[in-house]
């Protein structure tokens, strides 16, 4: 549930194509070739970035709800220097609203002066939001660009009902339904494999790199067979391996599409292509990648802990107080209010989680926001994001690959928002984003406002980050060492104090022991 930076210098939504012609100039090292066409960049802090660079068809009429198409190719030279559409969503912490589905574009940003077939390495982005919201140009990736030589991919990917709608009707279409916006992600990874060396990136040194929704990403890629040899390296922040099953999926879809409107399956595939972006974004949404299918045959989490994955090295970490972004609309609440939620959620387990998470002699306002989220995060009730399935999840991969684990620890940062006054949103899901792409806020200015010691933790960030985009090991000069996971736990931390800390350390601090498959207060 991240925030968002102004849309604007979007693309208007009426360029469906996308072409906007400009004069060639012999020798403009701002012009790149693609395999649809020429495109000019611009200049600005040290980088090059080419904007809006369409990877597939516009997913309009009949290709609504179908796998990605071939963009279509433009003479001249087209302008890339102003973002492309948001893919269709509310008005969200994430951005406003869009209802425009011309949104398949993808952005690049290089360092200043890089040749083609310069071959730098490659981090590719893939941003959160819930499945349902975000987009590209919430992360500007001229930092990142810059400071450790790198060609940084942002990609926009279709969301929500129009992104991940199971219906049988749709898969009696194409033997498909379902996970399109993953399957615009794996047509984005095929673009940078084939055109990536155009900008001076190389495709072989690809790095997967998602937050919350961008993390369930990932972990989809590392399972999905269309996924396979499109990347060497994979960043999972705040995410986990949830999916749904395609029954579930097919249930779900068919009262979606009975609400808007078309109950007929032998109709309601034209019925729902007939209805308007509009209609569908303000409808019931479907927010899950789902197993059983083409595109994902097996659940992600079943997969990877049995080592059914692509084991290239990993970087997985969280941050420490996942849950108080999600929960800080609990503030307010009653001692009697706060058990009874516990009561509710937790069962004939209610009495070992009160033991663990008990009301305090002295609470305020924000008290019962701060014990469920704390509740949430350790036991990973947002869908298994944070906390005790994180450090699982970490430890299962690493008995496959190399892994190397964090925790975001910083719990003093200005957090998302400076609403409601007095809220410590202490490490939050998403407060980690800033620190790694400056233009990321929630309509407030968030990096702006760091201080000294902050802006040293957004330095090393970015280092380890770009080491292991480069080399596949977090490394950052004048910062401590990152060990693989089974050594320890990278806690990162203000003001150059971030270190490694056991995992079992870190396991007591999320009270795992109560948060483990068959435990008291297990779900």
């Known amino acids: 549930m991240p925030p968002a930076t102004s849309a604007s210098g979007e693309r208007p939504a009426a360029s469906a194509s996308g072409a906007r012609p400009a004069a060639s100039t012999t020798g403009d090292r701002l012009v790149a070739r693609t395999e649809?066409?020429?495109?000019?960049?611009?200049?600005?802090?040290?980088?090059?970035?080419?904007?809006?660079?369409?990877?597939?068809?516009?997913?309009?009429?009949?290709?609504?709800?179908?796998?990605?198409?071939?963009?279509?190719?433009?003479?001249?030279?087209?302008?890339?220097?102003?973002?492309?559409?948001?893919?269709?969503a509310a008005a969200s912490?994430?951005?406003?609203?869009?209802?425009?589905?011309?949104?398949?574009?993808?952005?690049?940003?290089?360092?200043e002066g890089t040749r083609a077939g310069q071959r730098l390495p490659v981090?590719?982005?893939?941003?959160?939001?819930?499945?349902?919201?975000?987009?590209?140009?919430?992360?500007?990736?001229?930092?990142?660009?810059?400071?450790?030589?790198?060609?940084?991919?942002?990609?926009?990917?279709?969301?929500?009902?129009?992104?991940?709608?199971?219906?049988?009707?749709?898969?009696?279409?194409?033997?498909?339904?379902?996970?399109?916006?993953?399957?615009?992600?794996?047509?984005?990874?095929?673009?940078?494999r084939r055109n990536i060396a155009a900008f001076g990136g190389d495709p072989r040194r690809v790095t997967i790199d998602g937050e919350s929704a961008g993390g369930f990403s990932v972990c989809a890629h590392l399972t999905a067979p269309g996924s396979a040899g499109l990347f060497a390296r994979g960043i999972m922040q705040s995410g986990s391996c949830v999916s749904r099953p395609l029954e579930d999926g097919e249930r779900t879809g068919t009262q979606i599409a009975?609400?808007?409107?078309?109950?007929?399956?032998?109709?309601?595939?034209?019925?729902?292509?007939?209805?308007?972006?509009?209609?569908?974004?303000d409808g019931p949404q479907y927010t899950s990648f789902t197993h059983g299918t083409p595109a994902l045959p097996e659940s992600p989490d079943t997969a990877v802990r049995a080592g059914r994955f692509q084991r290239v090295p990993l970087m997985i970490g969280y941050?420490?107080?996942?849950?108080?972004?999600?929960?800080?609309?609990?503030?307010?609440?009653?001692?009697?209010?706060?058990?009874?939620?516990?009561?509710?959620?937790?069962?004939?387990?209610?009495?070992?989680?009160?033991?663990?998470?008990?009301?305090?002699?002295?609470?305020?306002?924000?008290?019962?926001?701060?014990?469920t989220g704390a509740i949430a995060t350790d036991a990973g009730l947002l869908a298994g994001i944070g906390g005790c399935p994180a450090l699982r999840l970490a430890r299962d991969l690493s008995a496959y690959t190399t892994v190397y684990g964090y925790r975001f620890d910083h719990r003093t940062g200005p957090g998302l928002t400076p609403e409601p006054a007095g809220y410590v949103w202490g490490a939050g899901h998403a407060a980690e984003l800033a620190y790694l792409w400056p233009s990321f806020d929630n309509g407030t200015p968030i990096a702006p406002t760091f201080d000294a010691g902050e802006r040293r933790l957004a330095r090393d960030m970015v280092h380890y980050w770009g080491g292991f985009t480069r080399t596949g090991q977090p490394y950052a000069k004048g910062s401590a060492r990152w060990p693989r996971l089974g050594d320890a736990v990278m806690s990162l931390r203000a003001a150059g104090r971030s270190t490694p800390v056991p995992e079992a350390t870190?396991?007591?601090?999320?009270?795992?022991?109560?948060?483990?498959?068959?435990?008291?207060?297990?779900?």
């Open 319 to 371: 941050n420490r107080d996942e849950g108080r972004t999600f929960l800080q609309g609990n503030r307010g609440w009653t001692r009697e209010r706060y058990e009874e939620w516990v009561r509710t959620v937790f069962g004939d387990r209610a009495a070992a989680v009160l033991e663990r998470y008990p009301w305090p002699a002295r609470s305020d306002t924000f008290t019962s926001a701060y014990l």
């Open 36 to 88: 649809s066409g020429l495109v000019r960049g611009a200049r600005a802090d040290g980088v090059e970035r080419f904007l809006a660079l369409p990877y597939a068809a516009p997913p309009v009429g009949d290709l609504r709800w179908r796998a990605p198409q071939p963009p279509p190719s433009w003479k001249g030279v087209r302008a890339a220097d102003a973002w492309g559409n948001r893919c269709p």
């Open 258 to 281: 009975t609400t808007l409107g078309c109950p007929d399956p032998a109709t309601a595939a034209a019925c729902l292509r007939a209805l308007p972006p509009g209609r569908l974004i």
């Open 123 to 192: 981090l590719f982005w893939i941003h959160g939001g819930g499945l349902v919201n975000g987009s590209a140009n919430q992360h500007d990736g001229t930092l990142i660009a810059q400071l450790e030589n790198v060609v940084v991919v942002s990609v926009n990917y279709r969301l929500g009902v129009l992104g991940y709608l199971v219906h049988p009707a749709l898969a009696a279409e194409s033997g498909q339904a379902g996970n399109y916006g993953l399957l615009d992600q794996q047509a984005a990874l095929r673009w940078v």
């Open 506 to 523: 870190m396991a007591a601090e999320h009270q795992c022991d109560l948060w483990q498959p068959g435990s008291a207060g297990s779900s």
């Open 93 to 111: 912490s994430n951005g406003p609203r869009s209802e425009t589905e011309d949104c398949l574009y993808l952005n690049v940003f290089r360092p």
